[in-house]
C-alpha cells in the first residue's frame, strides 16, 4: 500500500491495463463463442445442401395423395364443363353441295318471310351471307361445315328479326379455311413421276370458331334484346367479340319545341287552326322527351365458336 500511494500514477495505470485485458479476453471469448456457433450452422446448411443434390427425390405418400386428389378434382371439373358446352354446339350432318344449297334457299325464305311478319326491312338479295352459292354449289368437304354454320348464322338473323328492330342493314361472314379448293402444282412431263407427298396433318384444335359480321337499326330496348339473347343462346355457344353502338342523331333535341313543332305535337285540331288564325304559336299541352326516344344503329361482329372435345377413352 505504502508503494501504491508512493506511485499512484503508476498504480492506476497497471489497474487500468488489468481490467482492459480481462474486458478484452471476455469479448474475445464471447465471440469466439459466437463465431463458432455460426460456423456449426454454416456446416450443417452445407451438408443438408450436399445430401439433397446427391440423394434422389421421392414424393410422400401424403404430397402423393394430395397430388391425386387435385389432378381428380381438376379432372371433374374440366368434366363438368365440356358436359354443359357440349349441348350448345351445332352438330356436323353430313350434307351434300346440292343439299346445302337447297337448305340456303329453304333458310332465306324464312326469314324473308319473318321480316315481313314483324316489318323488317332486308338488305336487297339477302343470302344470310353465303351469297356465293345462290348460284353455285360449294366443294364436298366444306359442305357439311357450312350446313352447321348456316343453322347458326340463320339463329342469329331469326334472332335479330324477331326483336323487331327497325332493319336489319347487313349481314356478312368469313369464309371457312374449307371452302378454298387447293390448286394443283403442276408437274413436268420430262421428269420421272415423284412419288405424291402426303400433307401433314393439321394439329387437333379443341376450340375454334367463325366470324359473322352484323348491323342492324334498332331502339335500345330491341338491341338490348338481341344482345341479351345471343348471350343465353341454348342452340350454339356465341361471343360478342366487338360492338359498336352509334346514336343516329348527333344532336340531342332542344329542350323547348319550335311552333312548328309545338303545332304538330299538339292533338287538339282547334287550337291550332285558331293559333293560324291569330297568328300565334298555341301553347304545347304535352311533355317534351328529350332521352329515350332514340334509335342507335348496332355494328357487332360475332364469333361462332366449335368445340372438339376429345373422346373420354381417349382421356
Given amino acids: 500500500m505504502n508503494w501504491f500511494r508512493q506511485n499512484v500514477f503508476l498504480g ?3 489497474v487500468t491495463v488489468a ?3 480481462i474486458l478484452v479476453g471476455y469479448f474475445l471469448l464471447h465471440e469466439k463463442g459466437a463465431a463458432g456457433e455460426q460456423q456449426r450452422r454454416v456446416d450443417a446448411t452445407l451438408a443438408e ?3 439433397l443434390r446427391q440423394g434422389t427425390p421421392f414424393p410422400s405418400e401424403k404430397n402423393l395423395r394430395k397430388m391425386k386428389e387435385q389432378i381428380e378434382t381438376d379432372r371433374q371439373s374440366l368434366l363438368a364443363l365440356e358436359n354443359a358446352l357440349q349441348p350448345r354446339i351445332l352438330p356436323v350432318v353430313p350434307l351434300q353441295p346440292n343439299e346445302f344449297q337447297a337448305q340456303l334457299r329453304q333458310a332465306t325464305t324464312a326469314i324473308t318471310e319473318q321480316s315481313r311478319i314483324s316489318k323488317v326491312r332486308l338488305p336487297e338479295n339477302f343470302y ?5 352459292y345462290a348460284t353455285s354449289l360449294p366443294n364436298s368437304t366444306a359442305a357439311p ?3 352447321r354454320e348456316l343453322k347458326a348464322v340463320e339463329w342469329l338473323a331469326n334472332t335479330i328479326v324477331t326483336a323487331h328492330v327497325d332493319s336489319l342493314n347487313s349481314l356478312s361472314r368469313i369464309p371457312l379455311m374449307e371452302e378454298q379448293t387447293p390448286v394443283p402444282i403442276p408437274t413436268s412431263t420430262k421428269t420421272r413421276a415423284a412419288k405424291p407427298i402426303k400433307p401433314a396433318a393439321a ?3 379443341i376450340v375454334e ?3 359473322v359480321e352484323v348491323a342492324f337499326s334498332a331502339s335500345p330496348a330491341a338491341a338490348r334484346k338481341v344482345l341479351n339473347q345471343i348471350a343465353n343462346a341454348r342452340e350454339q355457344f356465341f361471343i360478342v367479340r366487338t360492338l359498336v353502338v352509334k346514336n343516329q342523331v348527333a344532336k340531342g333535341p332542344p329542350r323547348e319545341l319550335n311552333p312548328a313543332a309545338a303545332a304538330a305535337a299538339n292533338p ?3 287550337l291550332v287552326s285558331a293559333g293560324a288564325k291569330t297568328g300565334r304559336s298555341p301553347a304545347p299541352t304535352g311533355i317534351n322527351f328529350i332521352v329515350g326516344t332514340e334509335h342507335i344503329d348496332v355494328t357487332a361482329r360475332i364469333e361462332i365458336v366449335k368445340f372438339d372435345f376429345p373422346k373420354a377413352a381417349v382421356r
Fill in 128 to 132: 344470310l351471307g353465303f351469297d356465293e
Fill in 203 to 205: 394439329p387437333r384444335r
Fill in 145 to 147: 361445315l357450312l350446313g
Fill in 12 to 14: 492506476s495505470f497497471l
Fill in 268 to 270: 287538339n285540331p282547334s
Fill in 19 to 21: 481490467l482492459a485485458t
Fill in 209 to 211: 370458331s367463325s366470324s
Fill in 49 to 51: 445442401l450436399r445430401r
